[in-house]
């Protein structure tokens, strides 16, 4: 399977961006067999959690970004995680 080119990655990036989370997540998992879950909710930055998918066999690395909408006296399992962004980056072998 070939790696995707710059075109490919930005055409994937516009559809993941419109798609809901869950949705988004089923979308990577079927697009390769070989994908890769690299973290999943990790804390990156203040306010936002990454979770970062590798997608082996094309050469393309995705990270979808979320951010907690729930006031801080809420308990921790009604948190309320809104999908606002998505990072799509080549692998360090893909140098297309």
């Given at each position: 399977m070939a790696y995707l080119n710059e075109g490919e990655r930005r055409s994937l990036l516009d559809d993941l961006?419109?798609?809901?989370?869950?949705?988004?997540k089923f979308k990577l998992r079927l697009m390769?067999?070989?994908?890769r879950l690299l973290y999943l909710r990790n804390a990156q930055q203040s306010g936002e959690w990454h979770t970062k998918y590798v997608l082996e066999s094309l050469g393309t690395a995705v990270t979808l970004v979320e951010v907690n909408k729930a006031a801080n006296d809420q308990p921790r399992n009604k948190q309320?995680?809104?999908f606002v962004n998505v990072i799509v980056e080549p692998t360090a072998d893909n140098s297309t």
């Open positions: 961006s419109g798609m809901r989370l869950w949705r988004a390769d067999p070989k994908v309320n995680f809104e």
